[in-house]
């Protein structure tokens, strides 16, 4: 099932993964994030990529073998791609960017336990410190992620394989400490 990248089965944990795909779909968002920078004037500090499902695992890619510091990178309902890789692919800049990752534990599609548990590995492989949240963010509970860079995983009860109301908002608080801005 083609999109991002080829899905060569539902079976997310244990199946092959299109590398190919997976670079090529990374290649295609940094060329993306080199029109806003080069033909837009915006800061790299001030563009944060992310995405739902495979535009998630798209961002987990991008981010990895990252050249750049970004301001910020979100992955909702989503995994790691390649993940038994990662410590082999990263960049020294991948440990640079603020993340927000929020999975709902109703998650059909991308398993909760796995997503956590990749979301876990992913940080030690970054070298970046893992904070797991509770929705409704705070101000408070994320004043230092531009400084303290880490994954910050939200998890939502009642949050099946898509967004809500209360993820947006959070995702929203967090926006705005990532790129500095006040109310």
Not at 55 to 60: L, N, Q
Not at 64 to 88: D, M, N
Not at 100 to 113: M, S, T
């Amino acid at each position: 099932m083609p999109s991002w990248f080829d899905c060569l089965s539902f079976d997310i944990e244990n199946r092959e993964e299109d590398e190919r795909g997976l670079t090529e779909a990374a290649r295609f968002l940094n060329e993306l994030i080199d029109i806003e920078v080069n033909e837009h004037g915006i800061p790299l500090e001030r563009i944060i990529i992310g995405g739902l499902s495979q535009g998630g695992a798209v961002t987990c890619r991008t981010l990895t073998t990252t050249e750049r510091k970004l301001g910020g990178a979100f992955i909702l309902s989503s995994y790691v791609p390649l993940r038994r890789k990662v410590p082999e692919m990263k960049s020294p800049l991948s440990s640079s960017t603020p993340i927000l990752w929020a999975h709902g534990k109703l998650d059909a599609q991308v398993k909760f336990e796995f997503a956590l548990r990749s979301a876990e590995q992913w940080a030690i492989d970054l070298g970046v410190e893992f904070v797991k949240s509770r929705p409704r963010l705070t101000e408070k509970d994320v004043e230092n992620d531009p400084y303290d860079i880490k994954v910050r995983f939200v998890e939502y009860d009642d949050l099946e394989h898509w967004v809500s109301g209360t993820e947006l908002s959070d995702m929203a608080v967090w926006m705005k400490a990532v790129l500095g801005l006040s109310e």
